[in-house]
């Protein structure tokens, strides 16, 4: 057996270690200079096979970004002069590996990944693409990683990322940040790709979890990273509050067994108080600086649900309230069905059924309308009625914890 080299292993791990908080920042550096997603992307995959293969022998860098960085560049220029294509003139590139070097002393590299985020959310690209190129460019996840995430083949996904990336290039896509008034109106696109990617419908009753876990972690970080780089912006607050809130509750989400636990049966003591008081300061600071949006709805929701750990007892009438505000603005299939719930807690299930059958048209295939039909049915004595839209909940889940929950609400009929 051979015996570890103490070296490898820590030019390796350094390299991870980049690689974790800073690929993102290495690409839009390198994207916002040459105006191409992909050979930023390519050239630092070579930097850190360089890396590898470098520091072993000469030993780590004192700044290994700024060491990426720079190797990615010079690949980039040394490609542009074989092609015989000189993007730049001389003095210019010579220039550009000074600027380098500086930022390399003063250990100070710019953070880019505002402008590679709202690129990958351009208008022109298929919203469908706005997530995935977010995925694979800000965190370097790779095609079979967001495939499986999205339920698509690795080799379907990377051929739609290839078309995404040539299309912005085409385009002329800027990798930069916009100026503040341009930034409030192109932020939408890239909140709801973040969301897209963490998931929506958690807390409906009978929702699945399974397909979006995965991303969920991944989620959180981009919007976190959105609050450092567009603090002023209300609706970054109010995403990141949003999340934060979701995850606090995903150790009560399963009993000991596995077994999927609804939102109204979870013990909120297992709920994490430090992501609560984290969601909440962050939905303070949205609320404070402008009129609440969609997200900051959203997060207020899930805010008067974070109050069962204190009070014990939710405030239905608050959140249909408050799911009233979210519809005026979105009207979304998931956020009509999560209102008639709460109007059935505050109100009866009448009144939950009421609202469940003015969007029955549009809820055909909508797993967690049926789940919430056949909870109201079921309260409103109607038994067979509920067995049957249980079973088309079940038929419609794709997590077997789930489809094992509605067998039991059957069999409790």
């Not at 191409?36 to 992307?41: F, P």
């Not at 930097?47 to 560049?73: C, I, M």
């Not at 370097?140 to 999205?150: H, Y």
């Not at 636990?261 to 709920?271: G, H, I, R």
Request: hydrophobic residues 40%; contains cysteine; proline residues 5%.
């Amino acid at each position: 057996m051979a015996t570890p080299d103490p070296e490898t292993d820590e030019t390796r791990a350094t390299a991870e270690d980049v690689a974790r908080h800073s690929y993102g920042r290495l690409v839009a550096s390198l994207a916002r200079r040459w105006g191409d997603l992909t050979s930023a992307e390519d050239a630092l995959a070579d930097a850190f096979e360089r890396a590898l293969k470098a520091w072993p022998q000469s030993g780590l860098p004192d700044q290994p970004e700024a060491w990426l960085l720079k190797t990615a560049h010079r690949r980039l220029i040394d490609e542009t002069r074989q092609s015989g294509v000189r993007a730049r003139a001389e003095p210019d590139i010579e220039r550009l590996l000074e600027d380098l070097s500086r930022t390399a002393d003063h250990n100070a590299l710019p953070d880019d990944r505002l402008g590679l985020m709202l690129a990958c959310a351009h208008p022109d690209l298929d919203p469908a693409l706005h997530t995935p190129l977010m995925l694979q460019a800000v965190l370097g996840l790779d095609a079979a990683r967001i495939g499986a995430a999205f339920l698509v083949s690795p080799a379907a996904m990377g051929q739609r990322l290839s078309r995404g990336k040539a299309r912005l290039r085409e385009r002329g896509a800027r990798f930069e940040k916009p100026g503040t008034d341009q930034l409030s109106t192109r932020i939408t696109p890239l909140l709801n790709a973040i969301y897209a990617a963490y998931g929506t419908g958690w807390d409906e009753i009978g929702a699945s979890e399974s397909r979006v876990r995965g991303l969920a972690e991944e989620a959180l970080y981009l919007s976190g990273v959105l609050t450092e780089l567009a603090p002023d912006i209300a609706e970054v607050w109010g995403l990141y509050a949003l999340i934060r809130h979701c995850e606090a509750r995903t150790p009560a989400r399963r009993n000991r067994a596995g077994g999927f636990v609804p939102l109204s049966d979870q013990d909120p003591a297992l709920w994490c108080e430090e992501s609560i008081h984290s969601a909440e300061a962050a939905l303070h600071r949205a609320l404070k600086l402008a009129a609440p949006g969609r997200y900051a709805l959203e997060a207020s929701i899930q805010s008067v649900h974070a109050e069962r750990r204190v009070t014990g007892a939710t405030n239905w009438l608050a959140a249909a309230a408050l799911y009233d505000g979210l519809i005026r603005q979105t009207p979304g299939l998931g956020a009509l069905t999560a209102r008639a719930c709460a109007y059935g807690e505050a109100f009866g299930a009448e009144h939950a059924l009421s609202l469940l059958g003015e969007i029955s048209d549009q809820a055909t295939d909508y797993q967690p309308f049926w789940a919430a039909q056949g909870h109201w049915l079921a309260q409103a004595r109607r038994g067979q009625d509920a067995r049957e839209a249980y079973e088309r909940a079940m038929a419609l889940s794709t997590d077997p914890a789930v489809r094992t929950y509605l067998s039991e609400r059957v069999q409790a009929l």
